[in-house]
């Protein structure tokens, strides 16, 4: 089993979506002995912006490419590659300023590519990353979940669905601003659901053995 984890708190793994999507990685990896794991840190080693030049080089044909498009394309190529080979995908989600941490747009930006991650058909697009199982771990100040003021949960399932990634949990950690009570039960919440989805991952993987 290949695990990736993406963590986009500003805070690296201080932050308490990085931290629950640690505690659900390590009960997964107990469970999976032979398990590996690729941690990806977008605040530690941010991508960046997309602009005009980067999004030329994926546009440009490949022998017409300039040595700095190049770089751009196998820059973006191998996060691409390193979401390919992983069976599971684990997200640390913070919600800042109602959306997602703009690291994580930037890394979308560069892992969202016509022709590689997804193409257009006469059908529709399809999306090309598939057979994979997302879990996301959302941390908020607040309580938006299943309201209409929950803006991120429906943007971060589009997305990962329109590259093929359709098979998401979302696992909430909110009211971390509201008192320190409602934080520790916010987080004891999400990290219980996160234990019962790592165990129910292992009767799955044990059944289909
Ligand atoms: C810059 C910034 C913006 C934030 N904006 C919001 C917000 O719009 N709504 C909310 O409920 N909480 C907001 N918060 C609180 C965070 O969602 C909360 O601290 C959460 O723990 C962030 O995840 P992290 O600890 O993994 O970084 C914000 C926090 C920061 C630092």
New binding site residues.
């Given amino acids: 089993m290949n695990i990736l984890q993406i963590?986009?708190?500003?805070?690296s793994n201080?932050?308490?979506?990085?931290?629950?999507a640690d505690e659900f990685v390590a009960r997964l990896r107990a469970q999976n002995p032979g398990s590996r794991l690729t941690v990806r840190d977008l605040a530690a080693d941010p991508v960046p912006h997309l602009d005009a030049a980067r999004f030329g080089a994926f546009l440009a044909k490949p022998e017409e490419r300039t040595p700095a498009q190049q770089a751009v394309v196998n820059y973006s190529d191998a996060l691409v590659e390193e979401l390919k080979r992983a069976d599971i995908v684990v997200l640390?989600?913070?919600?800042?300023?109602?959306?997602l941490?703009s690291t994580l747009k930037a890394y979308f930006d560069h892992v969202g590519r016509a022709g590689v991650t997804f193409k257009y058909t006469e059908k529709g697009p399809i999306g090309l990353l598939t057979g994979k199982k997302v879990y996301v771990?959302a941390?908020?100040?607040?309580?938006?979940a299943g309201t209409p003021g929950d803006t991120q949960t429906p943007y971060i399932r589009a997305f990962l669905s329109f590259v093929g990634m359709s098979d998401i949990e979302f696992i909430y950690?909110?009211g971390?601003?509201v008192s320190e009570a409602s934080k520790q039960q916010g987080i004891a919440k999400a990290r219980a659901e996160g234990y019962r989805l790592a165990d129910a991952e292992r009767d799955a993987a044990l059944a289909a053995a």
């Fill in positions: 963590n986009s708190s500003i805070f201080g932050g308490q979506s990085s931290g629950l640390g989600l913070p919600l800042y300023n109602f959306g941490p771990f941390a908020r100040g607040g309580f938006y950690a909110e971390l601003s």
